[in-house]
Nanobody, 119 residues
């Protein structure tokens, strides 16, 4: 089972930026498809961004495109989510997840990191 741990959340004013980090130090990290999800209070969990083992990226809502950037570092076994121009609606717990390992579906989640955007 892959271990997943997020960090980098916090409180930021609207218009500010945060960089979330996800550590997934598995032996086969380079084969992992990874994703960030988020869940706001009273709302369903939603996809923020995903990145495949070979670097193909997908973003959730259109409002995330251009503001959020997902990237990975296979050497460090890390995935990052750079978030700019943050809005109060971005307030949520952000989760990192391993979606597949070497092409086999997986479902490993971190504990989440809180992002709070004040107006």
């Amino acid at each position: 089972q892959a271990q997943v741990e997020e960090s980098g959340g916090g409180l930021v004013q609207a218009g500010g930026s945060l960089r979330l980090s996800c550590s997934a130090p598995g032996r086969h990290f380079s084969t992992y498809n990874m994703a960030w999800f988020r869940q706001a209070p009273g709302k369903e969990r939603e996809l923020v961004a995903a990145i495949t083992w070979n670097g193909e990226v997908t973003y959730g809502r259109d409002s995330m495109k251009g503001r959020f950037t997902i990237a990975r570092d296979n050497t460090e076994k890390m995935v990052y989510l750079e978030m700019n121009s943050l809005e109060p609606d971005d307030t949520a717990v952000y989760y990192c997840t391993v979606q597949s390992v070497a092409g086999v579906s997986a479902d490993f989640w971190g504990q989440g990191t809180q992002v709070t955007v004040s107006s």
